[in-house]
């Protein structure tokens, strides 16, 4: 019998998400099995309820028809709350102690995995560019979700996120003033197009698909926050496989490395921000 976290059985519901999940990977291959079911379970259950659908064994019944209703389900299941420069004290860090040691790179390539909609892949581009390495680095910024990558290449967002996005440059430690790499109207703010020319958007799905070679930094922040622990150790052994020696890993600040098998394979730049170097 399937257990809950107290060790109750499942309700009816949570065993009907279970053999949900299963479909959709015996289906169509889409792999959310050891996906976190807290978060899990409430976008099924608002999806649910957004489409006026009763029970969790008539949406399998439909998404296992339809592949074109599966790949706007699954859309639906990621969180992609992001922001500029989100938690600036990662990109403090980055700056003034990761950038010192990727100058003596001839190029850099950076992996932004789990994307969303750009706006992170864009922060790294203006630091970069400030610090006089946009020219040598290429930035392969990914998702598993096709309609956030497709937002994130546009690089237009709305204006109300433009008060948010300068404070967080400021306190990161940005040289000038974000208005410089962004042009604002019609109730949007758009990315200087010359950051955009050293990122690479691409679709990659961090549990089926392949490393991405020697990159010299990996950032995946608040992506593994939604996996259970056996994924988690699974995708970082993926961006260990990815990373140069002497490559840096960032994390979002409420994920981390502390017991799992990966720990001793990095040291500490600032454990608080999150930011790691891989010394095995
Ligand atoms: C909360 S957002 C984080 C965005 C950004 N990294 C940040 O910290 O602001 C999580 C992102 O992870 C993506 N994601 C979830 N599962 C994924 C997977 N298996 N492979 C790649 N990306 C995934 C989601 O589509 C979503 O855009």
């Known amino acids: ?43 099924v259950a608002r ?37 500029m420069f ?7 860090v980055i700056r003034e102690q990761v950038i010192p040691e990727l100058r003596s790179h001839p190029f850099i390539k950076i992996w932004h995995a789990g994307c969303s909609t750009g706006e992170e892949a864009y922060s790294m581009s203006i630091l970069l560019h400030e610090e006089g390495l946009g020219e040598r680095a290429v930035i392969y910024a990914t ?20 008060s948010s996005a300068r404070e967080n440059y400021k306190d990161s430690g940005g040289k000038s003033k974000l208005d410089d ?22 679709q990659h799905d961090l549990v089926t698909d392949q490393v991405f070679g020697e990159m010299q930094m990996v950032i995946c922040r608040n ?24 490559g840096f890993l960032g994390l979002g600040i409420k994920e981390s490395l502390r017991s799992l098998p990966n720990e001793f394979r990095y040291k500490a730049i600032d454990e608080s921000a999150r930011v790691f170097q891989r010394v095995d």
């Open 86 to 92: 989100r938690d600036p004290v990662f990109y403090k």
């Open 143 to 162: 998702d598993i979700n096709s309609q956030v990558l497709d937002q994130a290449s546009k690089g237009v967002y709305h204006e109300k996120m433009l």
């Open 47 to 83: 999806y649910m309820s957004d489409n006026q659908i009763l029970r969790a064994a008539d949406l399998q019944h439909e998404l296992i028809r339809d592949k074109k209703r599966c790949v706007h389900f699954v859309r639906g299941l990621t969180v992609n709350v992001t922001d």
């Open 181 to 202: 790499f962004v042009s604002v109207g019609y109730e949007r703010f758009l990315i200087d197009p010359g950051l955009k020319k050293n990122i690479v958007f691409t």
């Open 223 to 246: 992506v593994l926050i939604y996996f259970r622990r056996e994924l988690q150790t699974k995708v970082l052994t993926l961006f260990h496989n990815s990373l140069d020696m002497g």
């Open 1 to 43: 019998m399937g257990q809950g976290k107290n060790g109750d059985p499942l309700s009816e519901f949570e065993v009907e998400v279970e053999c949900l999940m299963q479909a959709l990977y015996l289906r169509w291959g889409y792999d959310f099995r050891e996906y976190s079911r807290a978060s899990l379970r409430r976008r």
